[in-house]
């Protein structure tokens, strides 16, 4: 992750630069993209017709509803600097009696937003409402939720205020600390700043800092701890501090006895209030960090689809994610949730045809403005996967960068005896089928060559380490799609003909072969593998792959992987995005479990036994327990 603030300013800077003419750099692995005059363009090779590229600037973007309020003598004063934007603040007090998990508790009044502006009355706070003590120390932390007129819940703030009236919002950690990269011997805490500053974290009296940093965005690591074991840390920065506690992972192949959970797919859903906040089911996505936490999960791994998505805006595509992250910040303080990203976490470059999508590809330049590149300075992610798909037998010119970077949306991490292995299946990714020959592109699921290279040698030295007994791998895209998508995934209706197309030419693999090269490497190649996690579709659904498994089209002429033993593809979409029924598939009947509740997998780690329960966050119902390992 780096600083927003530069990359919001790149993107004013950019806009400039293009209302003078600038060139832009349009990667060779496109097709049919022109610049002409100001302005990008995508000219439909059959019919000549040009298609502007789409330019939007919602009102519902972070930089617009973040903004810092200003002190009054009875309170704050919001400026959303928007004449025509009403609706309402409600705010509250963060309690001064120490809570593990904090968030506000909402006061009885709110606060009208008319013609871009608000004001809130701290000191109707007083008296028995001052549960934050401000009134005696002249300090407190406010929470504010800004809604619509429409009832839509934009965005959860916080802010620290000084005094007793008149008030002044201060620094504040807007967004964290959030523990990242869990070892044995340490992890990196990240949070957000509102202020430039230069903060510290104090372990066991030992001081952590970055010498060179005063920014907005903060990556401390901790290092020199002991294995398996519980610390207390305490971020200070400016004149405030705030302490929290995580546990290093033991030592890897220790063989202690632990849990992880597992979800995906919490993108906005029907019913309003906090199942849409703002691109988020923040209702069913707060229950499951509750009942990880609950569970003493020591991690949460997350694959996809965390927000709505798909978004040409950088500001709202922002603001989404910041509204994922500050629905499970407080369980964040003390576990780490580990992120991949899914195809709702697309952002594009859209052109206008006068079709209802219009004609979209993975936004560019790619080291500024991809989904990757927003996906990896959101999210704090071990930086060991593939670097990019430059250098494939594909790549129309190897002096130049023709594609984004893998960082931080595909690799590795290790905990104890088990390895998880996380994928990016919507890389490089254009998100119409029809589309990808006429721009070029990779269709959704689709693991293309280099990074399958890397998974194959990334697995062959896991299956190699005596210290690991289990291998996870995780994507959001089923191998076998059960429930709603049928007619994608690595299936697209049994269709082989499917596959990225880069500089106006199909790659030598379909989606069948690629699905079939993935599945050798996972259960013939590497024994140690134990269940392929994904999401997508909307519910739980447990199948066993073998080889008699169904794999292939009626005339299927392509060569056949043949399967040496079983694997358990569990996938579970269900974190609050709209369920999906069960479809008819040629291997339906493998399916072992199958349900719509909501459910959080948690996986009971004990030596070379693995048991998994799957329960429903939202009623506790239990929906199935199973042992997964012989």
């Known amino acids: 992750m780096k600083n927003s603030f530069t990359l919001v300013l790149f993107l004013l800077l950019s806009g400039s630069l293009l209302s003078q003419n600038a060139e832009i750099k349009i990667p060779a692995s496109y097709s049919n993209i022109i610049q002409k005059g100001e302005r990008l363009y995508f000219k439909n090779p059959v019919t000549g017709r040009m298609a502007p590229q789409k330019v939007t600037r919602p009102f519902e973007q972070i930089q617009n509803l973040s903004v810092m309020p200003t002190g009054t003598k009875t309170g704050i004063a919001f400026d959303f600097k928007n004449s025509s934007f009403t609706g309402t603040i409600y705010y509250g007090l963060f309690s001064s009696q120490q809570q593990k998990y904090a968030y506000p508790v909402y006061f009885k009044k709110s606060a009208v937003i008319k013609n871009g502006k608000a004001v809130i009355n701290l000191k109707q706070t007083a008296g028995r409402y001052d549960i934050a003590g401000w009134e005696e120390t002249g300090q407190m932390k406010l929470g504010y939720r800004i809604v619509n007129t429409q009832g839509v819940i934009l965005y959860d703030g916080k802010i620290n205020i000084k005094g007793k009236g008149p008030f002044v919002p201060d620094l504040t950690i807007t967004e964290g600390p959030l523990v990242n990269i869990l070892s044995e011997n340490g992890a990196v805490i990240s ?115 965390l927000i709505n998505g798909y978004s040409s805006s950088i500001g709202q595509q922002r603001l989404e994610y910041a509204n994922w992250k500050n629905t499970v910040e407080p369980y964040w303080h003390y576990m780490p949730f580990v992120i991949g990203p899914g195809n709702h976490e697309a952002f594009l470059k859209v052109f206008d045809n006068g079709s209802h999508y219009g004609v979209s590809v993975d936004n560019f330049p790619f080291d500024k403005v991809s989904a990757e590149k927003v996906f990896a300075d959101e999210f704090v992610n071990p930086e060991n996967g593939p670097d990019t798909e430059d250098g494939a037998y594909y790549d129309p010119d190897r002096k130049t960068t023709d594609f984004p970077s893998y960082k931080e949306t595909a690799y590795y991490y290790v905990y104890d005896n088990i390895a998880m292995v996380v994928l990016n299946s919507n890389y490089w990714y254009t998100p119409s089928i029809r589309q990808i020959p006429l721009t070029g592109g990779n269709p959704h699921a689709y693991i293309m060559d280099n990074q399958l290279k890397w998974l194959k040698n990334t697995l062959s030295e896991l299956q190699d380490d005596n210290r690991i ?25 049994g269709n082989n003909k499917i596959r990225p197309w880069v500089d106006g030419k199909p790659v030598k693999k379909g989606i069948i072969e690629r699905r079939d090269q993935f599945l050798n490497l996972l259960i013939n190649r590497n024994p140690k593998v134990l269940a392929l996690l994904c999401g997508d579709e909307h519910n739980y659904t447990r199948m066993l792959i073998n080889n008699n498994t169904p794999r292939y089209p009626k005339g299927y002429k392509k060569p056949e992987v043949k399967l040496i033993r079983g694997l358990w593809q569990i996938t579970n979409g269900s974190a609050g995005a709209p369920y999906y029924g069960l479809q008819k598939m040629p291997w339906t009947h493998f399916v072992k479990k199958y349900t719509t509740q909501h459910a959080l997998m948690l996986f009971d780690v004990d030596g070379k036994k693995v048991t998994l329960r799957v329960i429903n966050p939202d009623t506790f119902e239990k929906i199935e327990t199973v042992v997964l390992t012989k």
């Open 469 to 493: 007994d289990h291998i996870f791998v995780t994507l959001h895209t089923p191998a076998f799609p059960n429930a709603g998508h049928g007619g994608d995934d690595m299936w697209y209706h």
């Open 191 to 305: 949070f957000e700043t509102n202020k430039l500053c230069q903060p510290d974290i104090v372990v066991n009296g030992k001081k952590y800092k970055n010498p060179l940093e005063t920014g907005l965005h903060h990556e401390i690591k901790l290092s020199g701890l002991e294995a398996d074991r519980s610390y207390r840390y305490t971020v200070h920065y400016g004149d405030y501090s705030e302490t929290y506690s995580f546990k290093t992972a033991p030592k890897e192949g220790s063989r202690t006895a632990f849990t992880f959970a597992y979800a995906s797919d919490s993108r906005k859903a029907n019913g309003d209030g906090e199942r849409n906040i703002y691109g988020v089911n923040a209702y069913i996505l707060k229950r499951m960090a509750v009942l990880a936490a609950k569970e003493k999960a020591v991690f949460m791994q997350f694959t996809g689809d």
